[in-house]
């Protein structure tokens, strides 16, 4: 899908409203896409790894058809914006990292931004939140491919998205979790929460 300004207004639709995170996620797709399959021709299906869980998972999800619910998206919320796009038969990859987020006006921007979450915000300051927000989608888009991301390809990423639906049982809250999701714990299947849970208790790193 081309990044057209039809385009745009209908993930902005999907979304909700135009966000400098849905933006990055965007032109993180776009890039990716033309790096993959420039004629765009393959027939390879494509899997994403997300390492943020912010707006521009929305752009992702609907401009490559990716989703958590097809698990061709996986979401690793590390806070970055940092993707992983894998062409899963070849196992071609491209790791799309954002290069730079200063955004002018960003100490006013985080004040306002309190003061609406503490109902604190007049008019006026909802206004200027929207015109700063407005700026820095702006600013985005002025911005090349280059000087926005990192770009790599490679051909050693594993395909990162496992499509296992076996359930086991935790063995010790006894909730059943998706078996690539359980750890083995010196024999026995305990989910991620418990493990960590084990692993404060027994103040040993063992467990991590
Ligand atoms: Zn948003
Ligand atoms: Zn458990």
Same mark, same amino acid.
């Given at each position: 899908m081309l990044l057209t300004n039809?385009?745009?207004?209908?993930? =902005?639709d999907f979304h909700g409203h135009v966000c400098p995170n849905l933006v990055i996620g965007?032109?993180?797709c776009q890039l990716a896409l033309d790096t993959l399959d420039p004629d765009q021709t393959s027939q390879e299906t494509l899997s994403v790894i997300a390492?943020?869980?912010?707006?521009?998972?929305?752009?992702i999800q609907y401009m490559t058809g990716c989703t958590l619910g097809n698990q061709h998206l996986r979401v690793r919320d590390l806070?970055?914006?940092k993707y992983i796009f894998v062409f899963n038969q070849s196992n071609r990859a491209v790791i799309v990292n954002l290069k730079q987020m200063e955004f002018s006006?960003? =100490?006013?921007?985080f004040v306002l931004e309190r003061k609406l979450r503490d109902n604190q915000a007049t008019m006026e300051d909802i206004h200027k939140i929207q015109s700063l927000l407005d700026q820095w989608v702006s600013w985005l888009f002025s911005l090349s491919d280059q000087e926005l991301f990192h770009v790599a390809e490679t051909t050693s990423i594993p395909p990162g998205i496992n499509l296992s639906s076996r359930y086991v049982r935790c063995s010790h809250c006894q909730d059943l979790v998706e078996d690539s999701k359980a750890e083995n714990i010196h024999g026995v299947l305990v989910c991620y929460p418990c493990s960590r849970l084990l692993s404060c208790k027994s103040g040993s790193s063992a467990w991590q």
């Open positions: 039809v385009n745009l207004k209908r993930i =902005s965007c032109r993180a390492e943020n869980q912010t707006s521009a998972i929305d752009a806070g970055k914006h006006g960003e =100490s006013t921007y």
